[in-house]
């Protein structure tokens, strides 16, 4: 059965990364004038989206599959075989729905539904979140629309810059933000200087074992409070290995973050990687950064990411080989003496930001969709 009301299928996921635009780009279509069950959602079975979106009230499918490393192994077999049921269930999927346009802000489902929209003649449009494009999008793009780009300079067909979609709630923090309330949410004193420490959805093994280091050394500290979002991937190990709770220091662990806007609008510096998502996010709340790129990624995307706050003094970058529990109270203790220069710092990230990223998107989209 032909659904005609459709009008657009959002595609992408498997982290917060990708998730989190998608999500922006959609709430943009809905402001924008389209009601929010002609927004499909298709994403991943084994995503943060799995969890996350069927809260939203946005239409959702989720398909199998993983994504496929760069070497001949057991898990890539099956990564394939999981692909191609995914892309099946993709063009069954378009077929039912008709959608008049397709959004692909990249992750392995994206590429089983940007396929699927080219064979159905349906208009593709790819939003890439990073400097330095993934796999999927590099892809994809060769048969887009348009490309949707987050920084100057992405070597991607058609790109138009954007910036990167940040959640309303986010975008709507530097003139309303209100650190004493905020504090208040967390049960932080207004006395006490906050550092939030994230790393993305699964977390980041470096920077939470460094910051579990470091606790005895900021023990002492009745000034400092410290909020780490530890990630669902070493949450045990972390857990474990965190000493008991001593001293004036005030310090609390959460596996995930579900009030982000609260907790940025809370903090006076941030020490996180630099995924596009996190650089956009800290331009909008104006929150300096220490940031430690993943080495992990595909084409040092993280580094890329990182030089643009860098490049404008709103962050500093630290490469991961060389942080660890000294390196970090180091850098946070010489930006927690210096107000004057975290504030000039909270300057420039604001410069950095993009806060209409998502509606921008969502005109490219409505401007190239068949309808």
Known sequence: MTDAATFAVVTGGGTAGHMNPALAIADALVAAGHRAETIHYVGSERGIEATLMP????????????GIQRRLTVANV??????????????????????????????????????????????LVVAEQNLAPGAA??????????????????????????????????????????????????????????????GGSLGARRLNEAVVAALPIWRDRPN???????????????????????????????????????????????????????????????????????????????TSNARYLVEVGAAVMVPDGNFDAERLVAEVDALLSDEERRMAMGRAALTRARPHAAAAIAALVQEHSRG
């Not at 039912?96 to 003649?121: C, D, F, K, N």
């Not at 992405?154 to 709630?169: E, F, I, K, M, S």
């Open 55 to 66: 809260t939203t009230g946005y239409p959702t499918t989720l398909l199998p599959g993983r």
């Open 78 to 123: 099956q990564a394939v075989a999981g692909l191609l049921v995914a892309g099946f269930r993709a063009m069954r999927l378009l077929g039912r729905l008709r959608p008049q346009v397709v959004v692909a802000v990249g992750g392995y489902a994206s590429v089983a539904v940007g396929v699927a929209a080219v064979l159905w003649r349906v208009p």
């Open 137 to 198: 999008n590099r892809f994809l793009a060769r048969f887009a629309k348009v490309v949707a780009v987050a920084f100057p300079g992405t070597p991607l067909p058609r790109a138009v810059v954007t910036g990167n979609p940040v959640r309303q709630d986010i975008t709507a923090l530097p003139p309303e933000r209100d650190r004493a309330a905020a504090r208040r949410a967390f049960g932080i004193d207004d006395d006490r200087q906050v550092v939030l420490v994230f």
């Open 224 to 302: 400092l409070a410290v909020h780490h979002v530890v990630g669902s991937r070493d949450w045990d190990k972390i857990r474990a290995a965190t000493p008991p709770a001593s001293g004036a220091l005030e310090y609390r662990q959460v596996i995930y973050e579900k009030d982000m806007p609260s907790a940025l609008a809370a903090a006076d510096l941030a020490v996180c990687r630099s995924g596009s998502s996190t650089c956009f996010e800290l331009a909008a709340a104006g929150l300096p950064a220490v940031l430690v790129p993943s080495p992990f990624v595909t084409a040092d995307q993280q």
